[in-house]
């Protein structure tokens, strides 16, 4: 049977799916793309996908990603808590900081890869990828003699990625926003109430995430961001797939999964062995540590022209033998060529190595090649850039 994507397809609303502080604003706006991310529904698509590419690159773009749910810790044992939960050491982590994590299962496979907030010294929001995060948290605690309260904390995330995110921020927050350190974050203050600013987001540009406690206020906060940004361009639209593969940002439950283990990915650095005390994993990560993976996470350029992204993993062979998958595909507008993330075996894995993958319209070459494809410019100096952008 011939592969074909699924365009003009829809999924009915439905009431068990939640809409976020921001899902009216952004029908009101235009957005009729929607997928659905930890039973939330996530806005996709405002305009086109080349033109949102080209405004979080040169521009400005806010993107509200109501589906990026806040798993709260908090209560007299939170940190030691939290601590159990990855192989970060979270003792390295400030009130007012934030780590990039992984949550680790025994075997040492990715149960997700949050963000953790540490607003507190026993007060954290773990900003989840699209899993089960707040079930595994509580089941975990089920079986701890620790004293911790989890939940959702009711929070609808908007991002505001691009490089004149500065200046927007700045217009609307004020300029002390610009001190703001890469993955720390601060209250703010926002029509009388209180909502917190991070410098993190999902697209490789400079940028911030906001999270909005008072979701009554979700109209309000959007509108004030399109007027604050009105002078730089602004526009919604969501953090383009083409711009998250370039940069080598990867998405679990597509180019990791508990199938995966920290080392196969590349993101064997948050794997802190040697400073971090007991965490679920710990022995299997350990040992993982001194073997050589038989895996490896790649970047790939499939030839041809351009394709629809893939809805599953595509095979991936080698001379006739099958040697991993491809997992997220995108078709790159500033790079003119079909760029994608896989998963190989080691002994395909060295750049240059030229695979055969099945796409929509049959076999195309497929050549590893290094991740980034192009760098990532979110630590740069946000009073810099607000000077540069000067309307």
Same mark, same amino acid.
């Given at each position: 049977m011939t592969m074909s994507p699924h365009k003009g397809a829809s999924l009915p609303f439905q009431p068990r799916i939640r809409k976020g502080a921001f899902f009216d604003v952004s029908w009101k706006y235009g957005c009729r793309t929607y997928s659905v991310y930890n039973r939330t529904y996530i806005s996709s698509t405002f305009s086109n996908p080349v033109d949102e590419y080209w405004k979080v690159a040169n521009e400005v773009a806010i !993107?509200?990603?109501?589906?990026? #749910?806040?798993?709260? =810790?908090?209560g007299p044992d939170a940190a030691d808590f939290v601590q159990y939960l990855t192989p970060r050491n979270m003792a390295k982590c400030a009130v007012g900081q934030c780590k990039y994590a992984l949550i680790t299962a025994a075997d040492g496979g990715i149960v997700c890869d949050p963000i953790i907030l540490r607003l507190a010294e026993n007060r954290f929001w773990l900003s989840t990828s699209d899993?089960? +995060?707040? +079930? !595994?948290?509580?089941?975990?605690a089920a079986h701890m003699p620790m004293q911790v309260t989890i939940r959702d904390a009711e929070v609808s995330v908007i991002q505001v990625q691009g490089p004149k995110s500065p200046r927007l921020m700045a217009n609307l927050f004020g300029e002390g926003i610009l001190d703001l350190k890469y993955y720390w974050l601060t209250p703010a203050p926002f029509q009388g109430h209180e909502l917190y600013v991070? #410098?993190?987001g999902w697209s490789g540009e400079f940028g911030y995430e906001i999270y909005l406690r008072n979701a009554a206020q979700g109209e309000a906060l959007f509108e004030a961001l399109m007027e604050a940004g009105r002078s730089c361009g602004v526009a919604p639209g969501a953090v383009n797939q083409a711009r998250r593969i370039e940069s080598g940002i990867l998405s679990w439950g597509v180019d990791m999964t508990l199938a995966e283990t920290p080392f196969e990915v590349g993101l064997g650095r948050l794997v802190e062995l040697d400073d971090t005390p007991r965490f679920i994993g710990r022995d299997a990560l350990e040992r993982l540590r001194g073997e050589p993976p038989g895996r490896k996470l790649v970047g790939l350029t499939v030839e041809g022209g351009p394709l629809h992204a893939n809805e599953e993993p595509w095979p991936l062979r080698h001379g006739g033998v099958a040697v991993g998958k491809l997992t997220s595909l995108a078709r790159s507008p500033r +790079?003119?060529?079909? =760029?994608? =993330?896989g998963i190989v075996a080691v002994d395909a894995a060295q750049?240059?190595?030229v695979l055969d993958v099945t796409t929509w319209d049959g076999p195309r070459r497929a050549t590893v090649c290094d991740l980034p494809f192009l760098p990532k410019r979110q630590q740069g100096d946000a009073r810099a850039l607000f000077a540069n952008t000067a309307a």
């Open positions: !993107w509200p990603v109501m589906g990026e #749910r806040q798993v709260e =810790i908090g899993c089960d +995060l707040e +079930l !595994w948290a509580r089941a975990v991070s #410098r993190t +790079l003119e060529r079909n =760029i994608a =993330i750049p240059g190595t």
